[in-house]
């Protein structure tokens, strides 16, 4: 597996040269929301990636610090709204791309058990969803995040 330090995906996300499905749903306070880059066993799985580049939440600047929160809060509120997410894991991890990345992981009701919570990132190339329903799960996502932000932001 090619490393995603070098070059670092998260900035050539946050950049807009490199698109995961569905490419940035939503940006502000340094903070941009978009799809897992790769294969997803799960529709709507979500991470939240700090648009400067640093190791840890730790390091963080303090608005994109102060707004992770609500942030995160409402991308998951619309996982559950719009996409039926009986409940959402949140994983900072970073051991293997190392900047800061917060994924924001959808359990529904007919996911099996092997994939629910950190199951998920043990999928199988077989669990992977056709990419047309990746795709459309996050413009639906990309509605209702989009409706929760107050013009301007
Ligand atoms: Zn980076």
Known sequence: MADPNHPCIACRIV??????????????SGLAVHALDGPTPLPGWLVVTSEVHVRGWYDLPPEAAAA??????RALRAQREVLGAEHLFAFAIGARLHPFHRHLVPRYADTPARLRGRGAFESRPEDALPAWRVVAALETLRRAVGRAQPAGT
């Open 68 to 73: 992770l929160g609500g942030v995160a809060a």
């Open 15 to 28: 950049r807009e040269d490199h698109r995961p499905p569905g490419g940035v749903l939503w940006r502000g």
